[in-house]
């Protein structure tokens, strides 16, 4: 798979999840949460550990603040808690889910997220190699 095709598929699967999550795609921080979900799993760009130094790539190319990107991130985060599948926010997150649970923080999230990425990758990838 060519780096253009991997960032396709990352594309692709943070879309999907982010969606499954009940995240609106006109939230801001979809597409924020997006972009630094893609940017660690496959961008040199980004640091190779999820930390606040994340925000600003994404503020500089969105032509915006670090603090508003924290802020449309934490925004979408607490979207996805509120309204999101238990199940699919428990089988991500592994722990108690709703509105007695406290919310992740931006970063937990993120990891979470690129670490759920990760897996879907390692079993299609998996999947295909026992097709050929």
Request: proline share 5%; with cysteine; hydrophobic share 35%.
């Amino acid at each position: 798979m060519t780096e253009e095709q991997l960032r396709d598929y990352y594309e692709t699967k943070t879309d999907k999840l982010l969606t499954e999550l009940c995240i609106p795609r006109y939230f801001k921080g979809f597409s924020y949460l997006k972009e630094a979900i893609v940017g660690v799993l496959c961008d040199s760009r980004f640091p190779g550990y999820v930390g606040r130094s994340i925000y600003a790539p994404i503020a500089e190319r969105g032509g915006t603040t670090v603090p508003r990107v924290e802020r449309d991130i934490r925004h979408a985060v607490a979207a996805a808690w509120e309204k999101g599948s238990v199940t699919l926010l428990r089988d991500h997150f592994g722990r108690d889910v709703g509105t007695a649970a406290p919310r992740p923080s931006n970063t937990r999230f993120i990891r979470a997220a690129v670490k759920a990425i990760g897996a879907f990758y390692a079993r299609d990838t998996k999947l295909t190699s026992n097709r050929t």
